[in-house]
């Protein structure tokens, strides 16, 4: 038996509510494969937690989760504490601290899910995002200068190592070559004469080594454009850490909706622990009423399974919800069905027992 041990940071909003949702479907999933399983540590770390502790997590946070395997996360951010103290104090503290400089965001338009693009086919919307998740636009780097005066000035500082910009470039490359796709470069070097520029020549250098890679580059005004009159011409993309976050908002609105967009934080080497998470926010309007969508969580604890050398069981997942989608019954409200979050994990978990091999069961 394999057993993995799971860090559980439910968070804020939605985020206990869509979480206990994938941990539904994981736990299913160990209940059927005797061999998996998976040990979960909660960790009662937010908004709230910091309400009343005034921090986001405890002192030794980090410490406490860098001999797990993986971090399951819900959502970050609620009413009363600024954006910037629930991203930096918690989200970004524990991509930054362990190294998880991979972000991966699947834009797939799987059966079943709507699209509000006309005349499009469902194969001509399957893009992997690879956005850099460490440094670059979201470092963290700058000042703020005779703040208060008339001649206040703020830096915000933009942070492209040798290092970090040719490692996330190297992992696409890898990916691509891997899937057999091409790869697609978003920068913006017309208008960012350093930074961006310098991003540009590490990906020419870098290609030189995978001539076997088909690749293209766009200014993200231009993909972002493109990513809606022709999305079949991106396959594998690699961005920086800004541009990524942007465009993959752009990609989910194009293959379903928030509800079903997952991406996981990944330290390639293993080294610490990667983090898997849905990137919809808290949606504090609707917590704890039971109408949040619980789709982009399962999907990303798929991406937890795949990460954990499951890739069966994360392909499985993926196809239990596309299955539940077409079926059209059970679905939260924002994909115009009356069920509720655990209605929809339940179905989705009912239907992954359907599709388990009966030999594993055995």
């Given at each position: ?11 804020d909003?939605?985020?206990p509510?869509v979480l ?6 994981l ?20 908004c ?7 921090v ?6 980090i ?32 991509r ?5 400089y ?19 086919k469902?194969?001509d919307?399957d ?13 963290g780097?700058?000042?703020w200068l005779?703040k208060g ?12 190592s040798r ?7 190297r ?10 796709k091409?790869l697609t ?7 960012l004469?350093y930074s961006?520029v ?7 250098e870098?290609a030189?080594e ?10 993200v ?12 011409r991106?396959?594998v993309?690699?961005t920086?850490?800004?541009?990524g976050?942007?465009?993959t ?5 194009l293959?379903?909706?928030i509800?079903?967009?997952a991406?996981a934080?990944v ?6 622990p990667?983090?898997?998470?849905p ?5 504090p309007?609707?917590?704890?009423k039971?109408l ?8 990303s604890?798929s991406?937890?399974?795949d ?6 069981y ?6 239990a919800?596309?299955e539940?989608?077409?079926e059209g ?13 655990s ?8 239907i ?11």
């Amino acid at each position: 038996m394999s057993t993995y041990k799971i860090a559980v940071i439910a968070g804020d909003g939605i985020g206990p509510e869509v979480l206990q949702e994938g941990i539904k479907v994981l736990d299913k999933i160990s209940e059927l494969d005797g061999s998996l399983k998976l040990e979960y540590t909660y960790f009662p770390w937010g908004c709230e937690y910091y309400t009343k502790h005034g921090v986001m997590m405890d002192e030794d946070g980090i410490e406490k989760l860098k001999d797990f395997d993986a971090i399951f996360l819900g959502a970050v951010g609620f009413p009363g504490v600024p954006d910037h103290i629930s991203l930096w104090d918690l989200l970004l503290k524990i991509r930054k601290s362990f190294d998880q400089y991979i972000n991966i965001r699947p834009i797939k338009l799987i059966k079943g899910a709507p699209c509000p693009l006309k005349d499009v086919k469902r194969e001509d919307i399957d893009m992997l995002f690879i956005r850099e998740n460490s440094e670059g636009e979201y470092a963290g780097a700058g000042d703020w200068l005779f703040k208060g005066k008339e001649n206040e000035v703020v830096l915000q500082t933009g942070v492209f190592s040798r290092k970090g910009t040719e490692r996330v470039i190297r992992y696409a490359f890898e990916t691509a070559r891997k899937e057999g796709k091409s790869l697609t470069s978003i920068s913006k070097g017309n208008a960012l004469n350093y930074s961006m520029v310098f991003w540009d020549q590490v990906f020419e250098e870098v290609a030189k080594e995978y001539p076997d890679v088909k690749t293209a580059s766009y200014l993200v005004d231009a993909a972002a454009m493109l990513m809606i009159t022709d999305p079949k011409r991106f396959e594998v993309v690699v961005t920086s850490n800004l541009f990524g976050d942007i465009l993959t908002d752009l990609g989910a609105a194009l293959a379903g909706g928030i509800g079903l967009a997952a991406g996981a934080n990944v330290n390639p080497e293993r080294t610490f622990p990667s983090m898997f998470e849905p990137i919809h926010g808290s949606a504090p309007d609707i917590a704890g009423k039971g109408l949040a969508n619980p789709l982009a969580t399962i999907w990303s604890a798929s991406q937890l399974l795949d990460f954990l050398g499951y890739e069966q069981y994360g392909k499985l997942v993926l196809n239990a919800v596309e299955e539940l989608l077409v079926e059209g019954k059970v679905l939260t409200p924002d994909m115009k069905g009356t069920s509720s979050t655990s209605e929809v994990g339940d179905r989705v978990a009912s239907i992954v027992s359907s599709l388990v091999p009966s030999s594993v069961v055995e």
